[in-house]
């Protein structure tokens, strides 16, 4: 089977690929151009998704699509007009790479978006049947990513399962968690804003898992799943993981409730470790038995040890 990925080099791309081809898979690794895919069995095959140059090449006999390129959060924006430059690649990239598969005569697409794309958590536990009301520019163009696949799958024999995603870790990634291991390396006590919080998250094993199950499944019609971990997490059981895996003692900093609101208020990064936010994969378990194989324990390990690699 021929798999063509895009965003092969990114966080996602770089932990499949390897699994993809150790499975036997034939694949196409797509990546921006200029950047190799650091995988030194597969060479890159250059593409700008949001123009579309390069894709009908690159997707010629494909079997199967897993669109992975976006345009992630940015914590320090630059641009004018965000909404703009993500809908650049978010929207208008994975409306010429979904009809580029069509194109080519794939037969199954998967599609990457958010959990963003349904809103910014509280209370209520999201699934696939919660209303969408994004907040964000992100999380706007996730969602108008999803109704492009869908309007186009709709349209033609091209079957496909749109994967919506909490906050990924694991090794590779370079976001909220690599923060808090450097954080915890220094000895430093963590700011617990909310002793009892609990987010969702998913550990990049265990989203490389469900891709494998998916392509072995063999998607039908057009489906939408949630992807999870098996179970959620306060902030201070995340931290304490990670003291452990360092070898350093855990030591919390409890900080006043209206700091939690000015804190949120100012900063994203903060609201996405302090918050509550919770959403259900039980409708994917269901569906296609998937069973998250990896602990957060597990995760955890993992991350930390490909973080003492990085800092040597």
Avoid at 110 to 115: C, G, P, R, T
Avoid at 273 to 278: A, D, E, I, K
Wanted: charged share 25%.
């Amino acid at each position: 089977m021929r798999i063509a990925v895009t965003g092969a080099a990114g966080f996602i791309g770089s932990n499949l690929l390897p699994l993809l081809f150790s499975r036997g898979y034939r694949v196409v690794a797509l990546t921006e151009p200029g950047v190799p895919t650091g995988f030194n069995s597969l060479e890159p095959h250059p593409v700008d998704v949001s123009s579309g140059e390069g894709l009908a090449e690159s997707l010629r006999d494909a079997d199967g699509v897993i669109h992975l390129a976006a345009r992630n959060h940015v914590l320090k924006e630059t641009e004018r007009d965000p909404l703009s430059a993500y809908r650049r690649v978010n929207v208008d990239g994975t409306r010429n790479v979904v009809r580029a598969a069509v194109r080519a005569g794939a037969r199954w697409f998967i599609h990457f978006s958010s959990v963003k794309a349904m809103g910014e958590g509280g209370d209520a536990v999201f699934d696939e049947n919660s209303p969408c009301n994004p907040l964000t520019p992100y999380g706007i163009s996730k969602l108008e990513s999803e109704e492009v696949v869908r309007h186009v799958a709709g349209g033609c024999d091209l079957r496909a399962y749109i994967f919506r995603l909490p906050m990924v870790y694991g090794p590779r990634n370079l976001g909220n968690l690599p923060r808090m291991i450097r954080w915890a390396d220094r000895g430093l006590p963590f700011p617990l804003f909310q002793p009892d919080n609990l987010r969702s998250m998913v550990y990049v094993g265990n989203v490389v898992h469900a891709v494998l199950l998916a392509i072995r499944k063999a998607p039908t019609g057009l489906s939408t799943y949630i992807l999870k971990d098996a179970e959620d997490y306060s902030t201070r059981r995340i931290y304490d993981a990670v003291c452990r895996e360092l070898g350093k003692a855990s030591r919390f900093l409890p900080v006043p409730a209206w700091m939690v609101h000015l804190g949120g208020a100012l900063s994203e990064d903060i609201r996405k470790v302090t918050g509550s936010f919770r959403v259900s994969s039980e409708k994917i378990r269901k569906e296609l038995g998937y069973s998250p194989p990896f602990s957060l324990e597990q995760g955890i390990a993992e991350t930390v040890q490909w973080y003492k690699r990085s800092a040597r």
